[in-house]
């Protein structure tokens, strides 16, 4: 089965990224979640990390398109890339993924029902880790994303 998901990879003007300690996986993950029936996935992104972060952010720059909308169509976010993340034998996640910026950076808070902390990482601490603190993609993905 094939669920549609939306990731934000959130950094802020020091330069860190925001990670959640995600309970059901027990490792540091982005924000995100899966896009709902009827939402669009750059709507269900900025949903879903304020309801696990709750911040506020905004999108980063990644290709402008909207000279090409119309009366018949509307331009959404551009991702970052999108991942077909397999999650179970039978369970793939295609996962949209962002890169946005923290509006704010004070007080940003976790989900009990969904993480046990959240917290702001340096790239150099995230890309010094290994698959027990995070997973190789998601790693790779923001490393990629602060060049």
């Known amino acids: 089965m094939k669920h549609f998901t939306a990731t934000a990879i959130v950094h802020n003007a020091r330069g860190q990224v925001l990670l959640v300690y995600h309970n059901k996986f027990g490792r540091w993950m982005c924000p995100g979640g899966h896009v709902e029936p009827d939402e669009l996935p750059d709507a269900a992104v900025l949903r879903e990390v304020l ?7 905004r999108f980063l720059p990644n ?7 119309d009366e018949h ?4 976010r551009t991702p970052f890339c999108v991942l077909d ?15 946005c910026m ?11 029902r969904e993480s ?5 990482f340096s790239i150099e601490e995230v ?8 997973f190789p993609n998601v790693r790779a993905v923001i490393l990629r994303s602060a060049r």
């Open 51 to 57: 309801e696990e972060t709750g911040l506020r952010v």
């Open 63 to 69: 290709g402008e398109f909207s000279d090409i909308a």
């Open 73 to 76: 169509a509307s331009v959404l």
């Open 85 to 99: 993340d397999r999650v179970g034998p039978d369970h793939h996640h295609i996962d949209l993924v962002y890169r």
């Open 102 to 112: 923290a509006e704010e950076e004070n007080g940003p808070r976790y989900d009990p």
């Open 116 to 120: 046990q902390a959240v917290a702001w």
């Open 127 to 134: 890309a010094s880790w290994d698959e027990t603190r995070t």
